[in-house]
């Protein structure tokens, strides 16, 4: 049998068309019901999606970057920078809300949407990616843990699902400079 090669692709969304958002409100969702740990827990309504994906695109420390499979969005993560009043913290920022829909997986692009976001990051003079999971999320923690992510805590009540409290854990991962070379020694951090 003859394998089907899909087009994967990820991109920074400055703006959405009406079917992009469309299709990422449909991929949130199907996330969401299936337990991807969006942050919600039940399904939501396409206004209160759109409502949140429109706010996302209007906040400066923010980035939405959309993974695509054949033209089609099926997911998204946000990099979340701190706000500029934070010298102290601005080599760092934060992956969140990075999700595929159930029905695009197994195909690479969750580890394309964190590579390129890791490589967005790295060009824009972030050294340190920072993120949490439940630890429901088994498929997230062995890519995270895959591509080079280091567990430094759990939170043992992290989050509250359908009456249930469930730990959480806590990544982080030193990016390369442009040059190739970690960063660790310049930061004070052991490798």
Same mark, same amino acid.
């Given at each position: 049998?003859?394998?089907?090669?899909?087009?994967l692709?990820?991109?920074?969304?400055?703006?959405?068309?009406?079917?992009?958002?469309?299709?990422l409100?449909?991929?949130?969702?199907?996330?969401?019901?299936?337990?991807?740990? #969006?942050?919600? +827990?039940?399904?939501?309504?396409?206004t209160?999606?759109?409502?949140h #994906?429109?706010? +996302?695109?209007?906040v400066?420390?923010?980035?939405?970057?959309v993974?695509?499979?054949?033209?089609?969005?099926?997911?998204?993560?946000?990099?979340?920078?701190?706000?500029r009043?934070?010298?102290?913290?601005?080599?760092?920022a934060t992956?969140?809300?990075?999700f595929?829909?159930?029905?695009?997986?197994?195909?690479?692009l969750?580890? !394309?949407?964190?590579?390129? +976001?890791?490589e967005?990051?790295?060009?824009?003079?972030?050294?340190?990616?920072? !993120?949490?999971?439940?630890?429901?999320?088994?498929?997230?923690?062995?890519?995270?843990?895959?591509?080079?992510?280091?567990?430094?805590?759990?939170?043992p009540?992290?989050?509250?699902?359908?009456?249930?409290?469930?730990e959480?854990? #806590?990544?982080?991962?030193?990016?390369?400079?442009p040059r190739?070379?970690?960063?660790?020694?310049?930061?004070? !951090?052991?490798?």
């Open positions: 049998m003859a394998s089907v090669t899909h087009r692709e990820v991109e920074r969304a400055d703006s959405l068309d009406h079917h992009d958002m469309a299709a409100c449909e991929a949130t969702n199907a996330a969401i019901v299936e337990g991807g740990g #969006f942050g919600w +827990v039940e399904a939501q309504s396409r209160a999606l759109e409502r #994906f429109r706010g +996302v695109l209007l400066p420390e923010r980035e939405l970057y993974a695509r499979l054949d033209g089609e969005v099926v997911g998204s993560a946000q990099l979340v920078r701190p706000p009043n934070n010298e102290a913290q601005a080599f760092s992956l969140s809300h990075a595929i829909a159930p029905y695009a997986r197994g195909h690479g969750a580890r !394309l949407l964190v590579r390129r +976001v890791e967005r990051a790295a060009a824009a003079g972030i050294r340190v990616i920072n !993120l949490d999971v439940r630890a429901t999320q088994a498929t997230a923690i062995t890519l995270f843990e895959g591509l080079g992510y280091t567990r430094w805590g759990i939170h009540a992290y989050a509250r699902v359908n009456g249930a409290t469930i959480g854990f #806590f990544y982080f991962r030193l990016l390369e400079t190739g070379r970690s960063t660790g020694a310049a930061l004070g !951090l052991h490798e």
